[in-house]
């Protein structure tokens, strides 16, 4: 968790606010999106850093998986959703 921690910490711009939400929850928040689809950019950008950290384990019973969602404050709407990595073999807690 240290180790994804630390991803996610070098994957956001700046500006964005990262937290730790639970033991295996992390939350990003963009702020002041500069155009439309930059939310969902940012996303799919997520979704993919993490697909290659997870695919980088040798040991792939310890590699973590990801499900990303996307949430316009303040309405709460969910507007995209993710998994990383992606296949027919992952399994979400």
């Known amino acids: 968790m240290q180790k994804m921690s630390e991803k996610m910490t070098f994957m956001r711009r700046q500006s964005d606010v990262i937290g730790r939400l ?21 996303l799919n950008r997520f979704a993919e850093t993490l697909e290659k950290f997870s ?27 993710r998994e990383a990595p992606l296949g027919d ?3 979400l807690a």
Do not use: T, V, W
Not at 22 to 42: C, H, N, V, W
Not at 56 to 80: C, D, S, T, V, Y
């Open 22 to 42: 639970s033991d295996s929850s992390f939350g990003i928040l963009l702020q002041r999106p500069q155009y439309e689809s930059e939310p969902m950019d940012a």
């Open 55 to 81: 695919l980088g384990f040798e040991n792939k019973a310890h590699a973590p998986r990801a499900k990303l969602e996307l949430i316009e404050l303040p309405q709460g709407a969910l507007r995209g959703e």
């Open 89 to 91: 073999n992952i399994q």
